[in-house]
């Protein structure tokens, strides 16, 4: 858990996130403590990967259209947290073991030590094996750990960094297409424009054109 953030004030962000997100508190988005089938999200864990999410809509970086669409984006993620983990906790016939517990304190700075490490050398990153010892844990609890804390795999996470990078460095315009590769760590052109394409729809050359 995030220093200085208790359960309490998570839970106050959640209910925010909604409000922040106001296209998805109308009449017709889905209320899920009038359902009867559904579970209270207040009686879930706002687990890692929320936490992440929401410190996100607390610091987004966009302003205006932008910075709706942005909150939109991630209350949707998540809302897909949520649902993941009420679908998690309504199998009754699974094992409590085989369900996602909240990390320790000391598990979960590490996950966080990783995720730093990871984007402070995002054009040249660390291999699995490498980051997993500098923050003492094994390559296979590592794997685990991160995905659970943050909703994706390390390089996962590694590439959407990236490809936020480049979207950033292609609406500045002050690097070329090939020079925005080279910054966030391709050294094949192609291999990043296919990337960015299905990242965002749109080739990095279309994208900046329009930017």
């Not at 209350?75 to 016939?93: I, K, N, P, S, Y």
């Not at 990871?118 to 010892?133: E, G, I, N």
Request: hydrophobic share 35%.
């Amino acid at each position: 858990m995030a220093p200085g953030i208790s359960d309490g004030d998570w839970r106050d962000l959640w209910q925010a996130s909604r409000q922040m997100a106001h296209p998805f508190n109308s009449q017709d988005s889905p209320d899920f403590q009038d359902s009867p089938d559904s579970t209270d999200p207040l009686t879930l864990l706002i687990t890692p990967a929320m936490q992440v999410v929401l410190q996100q809509m607390l610091h987004c970086p966009h302003h205006g259209a932008m910075r709706q669409m942005y909150l939109e984006s991630k209350f949707v993620e998540l809302l897909t947290l949520w649902l993941a983990q009420a679908e998690d906790q309504g199998g009754a016939d699974r094992p409590i073991a085989d369900r996602s517990l909240p990390l320790k304190g000391s598990d979960l700075d590490r996950i966080y030590q990783a995720r730093d490490i990871l984007l402070q050398r995002f054009q040249t990153p660390p291999s699995l094996t490498d980051l997993a010892r500098q923050v003492g844990l094994n390559d296979c609890t590592l794997k685990r750990q991160f995905k659970q804390v943050f909703g994706k795999t390390v390089f996962g996470y590694l590439h959407d960094y990236r490809m936020e990078q480049a979207r950033r460095w292609l609406l500045d315009r002050q690097w070329s297409v090939t020079e925005v590769a080279r910054r966030v760590g391709y050294t094949n052109l192609c291999a990043f424009s296919t990337a960015f394409r299905k990242k965002f729809g749109l080739s990095p050359r279309s994208f900046q054109r329009q930017g």
